[in-house]
């Protein structure tokens, strides 16, 4: 398959992720394969059996296979023997062991072809490296980090594809096995692969596996008659203004999928609420704007005092010389375009249609007898029609920012809150730790006797252990409270935009008010009456602020009940406790 060009405007996945495993953490080589291939492996050099047959392969586990390099010995592609043989090979209490190289596939492709994928990435990294590498294709847990349950669509694979931090020697499974020189371990390795141990040169080389791995997702994507949308560059390099989602961690993750609450998961649910309201206010505008568009307007549309476009019908004022109930339409459009279908909507009701305003008023004004009368109705039912886009677009902007600005003061809220969690834990571990000195100072004897080994209890273990809790805690929440910041300092910045979006309608809706008043302000007195109690005062106080309006047109911006709440700036303290938090 050949390689297809990297979309403009990639689609949000995730991304590939390596790490090293040593004994210094408690790792074990042999473990780390049968872990990830589903094999019941023992070590030879501690003597553990791993067996991890019940992950059956076919089910949670797709695939399981190792790929070793051209010409390399039999035991290469043994995973019992090529794992051992790294163990054996390494003599340090902390070496490092092997790297696991975690890469998500993309969702959509079958069993057979995750599976491929994942093979042919790992050859691609077997013949860059010359190692062996142990391929383990997973399927992904049906629930997610929160403990909800996935979708079947959106449950798909991840590979592990685990190697040696050493390559394979020259010559490996003959002579080098001997221990000659050249950098041989005796066990088939050569020397260490330093290029990806030091995190500066490694990254090139990371750089090149993140490549070629978006590279083939592109081509099986494209191949499965898919979009392709995979890139292995982060939202930064990409230019977008995604914020990734807060990490979770193993542990947080077991906890919230047994039930369990977990700060990081808070700060996780918060992160995702933060970015629905998003999405809702993308979507919202979005609809917003394509239905103005495909709305006819009445005249052409002109600039607003702000510089925008005004999009909704706008009425031509009167002139003195026409009488109030003989409506000027504009030039563009012919009264028989417009006045029948008024009529029609008066005489009939408008069956079929949705309970507009322009309905109600219709229905109401059914009942007209006289010309004068009918003439009246109808000019109500054309200025109810044009009031209504413009009132229904003005509310849906007015709850979406009432609802951005909800969410951002809840996550204020919490990281107030979470500010004087951190503080109570500091307090507890100072107590603890003051507990603990204060013993120290009274069993002075005991605390000998018990570090010297003798079997007497430490008096201030107890404390001690208390001070690291609360220590773990307050380290946990700092962590917490920093995404949390950076969190509601996003959503402050969203609610900006959402204010200023709209002041722009309340301007539009201004001046659509006043050409409606100068086109007929008995109709539009009218049709007032038809309006639920909020958008009436909407409508009022436009009228009263356009007739302040200065004699260049620009609507005042500081209308009463049209005002929104002024959006805060916050300061770096804004979420400080009211007790100051001391730093660490």
Do not use: C
């Not at 491929?116 to 997973?138: K, M, T, Y």
């Not at 910041?485 to 900006?496: N, Q």
């Amino acid at each position: 398959m050949t390689s297809t060009p990297t979309p403009v405007t990639p689609a949000k996945h995730a991304r590939p992720h390596l790490t090293t495993h040593n004994r210094a953490q408690g790792h074990s080589s042999v473990a780390g394969a049968a872990y990830r291939l589903g094999l019941k492996l023992t070590d030879e050099r501690t003597g553990e059996t791993h067996d991890f047959r019940k992950r059956k392969v076919g089910e949670e586990i797709v695939r399981a296979v190792t790929v070793a390099p051209k010409g390399a010995p039999a035991w290469a592609s043994d995973p019992q023997q090529l794992w051992n043989r790294v163990e054996a090979s390494e003599n340090r209490r902390d070496a490092q062991l092997a790297r696991d190289y975690r890469v998500p596939i993309p969702l959509g492709l079958t069993d057979n072809q995750a599976g491929d994928l994942a093979v042919d990435l790992a050859e691609f990294i077997r013949d860059a490296l010359n190692v062996p590498v142990s391929v383990g294709l997973h399927r992904d847990a049906d629930r997610d980090s929160l403990g909800n349950v996935k979708p079947d669509h959106l449950q798909g694979f991840h590979a592990h594809l685990y190697f040696p931090t050493r390559p394979l020697a020259v010559g490996a499974g003959s002579a080098s096995e001997a221990g000659e020189d050249g950098g041989d371990t005796g066990h088939g390795f050569g020397p260490k692969l330093a290029m990806l141990s030091n995190r500066k040169q490694s990254a090139a080389w990371v750089e090149s596996f993140n490549q070629r791995w978006a590279e083939l997702s592109n081509d099986y994507l494209h191949a499965a008659g898919l979009p392709q949308v995979f890139d292995h560059r982060s939202y930064a390099r990409q230019g977008r203004p995604e914020m990734p989602q807060p990490k979770m961690g193993v542990a947080a993750t077991a906890m919230e999928r047994k039930g369990m609450t977990t700060a990081r998961g808070d700060v996780l649910r918060e992160a995702l609420a933060m970015a629905e309201v998003h999405r809702r206010v993308r979507v919202a505008t979005a609809t917003a704007r394509a239905t103005g568009a495909a709305r006819k307007p009445l005249a052409p549309a002109g600039p607003s005092a702000a510089g925008h476009r005004i999009s909704i019908p706008v009425l031509a004022p009167v002139p003195a010389s026409r009488k109030p109930e003989q409506p000027r339409l504009a030039a563009s459009i012919k009264p028989r375009a417009v006045v029948p279908r008024a009529r029609r909507m008066v005489r009939t009701g408008a069956p079929g249609l949705k309970d507009t305003l322009a309905q109600r008023v219709a229905a109401a004004g059914g009942g007209a007898k006289s010309e004068a009368d009918q003439a009246a109705v109808e000019r109500a039912v054309e200025l109810a029609s044009h009031l209504d886009a413009v009132l229904q677009t003005f509310a849906a902007q007015l709850k979406e920012h009432d609802h951005l600005v909800e969410q951002a003061r809840r996550a204020q809220q919490y990281a107030l809150d979470l500010a004087h969690r951190i503080e109570d834990s500091r307090k507890k571990r100072e107590r603890a730790r003051q507990a603990a000195r204060d013993l120290t100072a009274l069993h002075p004897v005991r605390i000998r006797l018990s570090k010297s080994g003798l079997p007497v209890k430490d008096p201030t273990q107890a404390k001690l252990a208390q001070a690291a809790l609360h220590d773990r805690h307050v380290q946990e929440d700092k962590r917490a409270h920093r995404s949390l910041r950076v969190t509601e300092g996003v959503a402050w910045e969203d609610v900006k935009v959402a204010r200023a979006e709209l002041d722009r309608r309340k301007a539009n809706l201004q001046a659509v008010v006043a050409d409606l008043a100068a086109r007929d302000l008995p109709a539009l007195t009218r049709v007032l009456g038809f309006l639920p109690d909020g958008p009436a005062a909407w409508v009022r106080e436009a009228l009263e602020g356009s007739a302040s309006r200065p004699v260049d047109g620009a609507p005042k911006s500081d209308a009463g009940p049209l005002e929104v709440p002024e959006t805060p700036v916050l300061p770096d303290s804004a979420i400080t406790p009211r007790h100051p938090v001391p730093r660490l």
